[in-house]
Each structure stands twice: as C-alpha cells, then as structure tokens.
C-alpha cells in the first residue's frame, strides 16, 4: 500500500529516503542543530576547537533571531542578511573545518562532528539562497515526536480502510494543534452539523474484497430458499455503517485522549 505522495520540495527531515529524494524530486533541507549537537557532545574531548565550532553556528543563529525580532523572517530581506552576514559566516566555518580536520581521528568525538559537518555541507547552505527555509529541523522532530512514542501502540488497526480513517484522523488532529485550534470541539461540531454524514444510497460503492459494485438488497422470492448468502447481498448502508462505528470509536479515543490532558 502507498502511503507517500510524491511533492517537490524541501524537506525538512533528519534523514531522508535516497529513493524518495530521486522519485520525488525531495531536497532534504539543513539541520545546524544537528551539527551544533555534535560539536557540543565533543567538548569533553577537545574544548576549545569544540567551542569555536559553537561560536561559528551561533553567529547563524544570532541572524535568524534577528529576523524574527525585526518581523522579515522569510522576506526578501531576510534573505538579503542570509547572503551578507550568514554566507560570510558558513565561508569562515567551512575553511576551519578544513584545517581542522587533519588534527583529530576520524572515529574521535571531534572528528565525526567535523566529518558530519563536511559531509552535509551542501544541505547545511541550502537556507543561504531561500528565505523560506529553516536553519534546522527542530520543528519537525517536535512535530513527529507523538508519532514515534505511539507507533507501537498503533500497529494493528484491524484493516487497510480503519488505517485510512485512523491516518485521516491524526492528520486532522496534528494540523488543528498546530493552527492552535481544538481538534475535539472541531470533530463535535462536525458530528453535530451533519457534514461528515454518508452519502446518499444510490451513490456508487465499491465493496473491499469483491472488487464489485455493491447491488441493492433483494428479497428472495416466495417458496425459494438461497443456499448461501454473500457479502455483496447485504445493502450498502450496512457497509458505511460500520465503518461509521470505527470512525466513531477512533474519534472517541481521541477526544477521551486529550480531555485527559
């Protein structure tokens, strides 16, 4: 089952899929915290190159900040100081990994964060000529935290359609929470308007094993006795009517899940 639609766009990722970059034309975008992690982790072993790699992202960071403070993040002129102070910067930082490099081991604390700087160098100076682009990725690991802690827990949704449902919902929840909306309040409103009701009977339905068209329910005719009954026998109502019931039961749970928060 295809799960990923294909865009063209930078991802803001920590790692992405080389044949998803390739089939969808999907530039992974820069993650300086990642970097700054490295770096950071190496202070133990060597502090004061470790430090002076810190400095170099912090001066990034200090432009970013500026932006925000000023209100032209993501204009035409917050790419302008991308291009004078960060590019100035990055050039600096890229010629002291160089000549740092050869001083320390590969497999050494600074030597892995240097080697992870220089190896992601292209993806790290991506944000130099689009505004639009985070320095990091910080948003998007926050954002997919909930999805790896209940992974577990949601392995077994029962079917192929409860897994679209479920898929829908939690779409629906992630994108309210982060327009600062109330998911629950929004799916009530919804139940109660009547919006999300089931289209009319004699709309077209396909059944999920069959692969036919649903047929409208017939009665048998008097004196004859059918031997067997199929699925494509039932009408169509009582189809949409248990997955009413699942969707019903998943929107429960999370409006129970977050009434507990």
Request: with cysteine; proline share 5%.
């Amino acid at each position: 089952m295809k799960s990923i639609a294909c865009f063209a766009a930078s991802g803001a990722a920590d790692c992405a899929s080389k044949n998803l970059r390739r089939t969808c034309a999907l530039s992974r975008a820069p993650d300086n915290a990642h970097t700054r992690r490295g770096f950071f982790d190496a202070l133990g072993s060597d502090e004061v190159a470790a430090r002076t790699a810190l400095d170099f992202i912090l001066e990034i960071y200090k432009v970013e900040e500026r932006a925000k403070e000023t209100g032209i993040a993501g204009t035409a002129e917050h790419l302008a100081l991308r291009r004078t102070i960060s590019r100035k910067v990055m050039d600096e930082f890229k010629a002291w990994l160089d000549a740092e490099k050869p001083k320390h081991l590969p497999k050494g604390p600074m030597g892995a964060a240097i080697g992870y700087a220089l190896n992601q160098w292209e993806t790290l100076t991506r944000f130099l000529d689009d505004a639009r682009v985070p320095v990091d990725n910080n948003k998007a690991e926050n954002a997919l935290r909930a999805s790896a802690l209940g992974k577990k827990n949601w392995l077994f949704v029962g079917n192929d359609k409860a897994g679209e449902n479920l898929a829908g919902l939690y779409s629906l929840v992630a994108t309210s929470q982060a327009n600062g909306a109330n998911p629950a309040a929004y799916l009530r409103r919804r139940r109660s308007s009547g919006s999300a009701a089931t289209p009319p009977p004699d709309s077209t339905s396909c059944c999920r094993r069959t692969g036919r068209r649903s047929q409208p329910s017939r009665r048998p005719e008097q004196g004859r006795r059918r031997s067997r009954t199929t699925r494509s026998d039932y009408p169509p109502a009582l189809h949409r009517g248990r997955e009413e019931i699942r969707v019903k039961r998943a929107t429960g749970a999370i409006h129970d899940r977050l009434r507990c928060r």
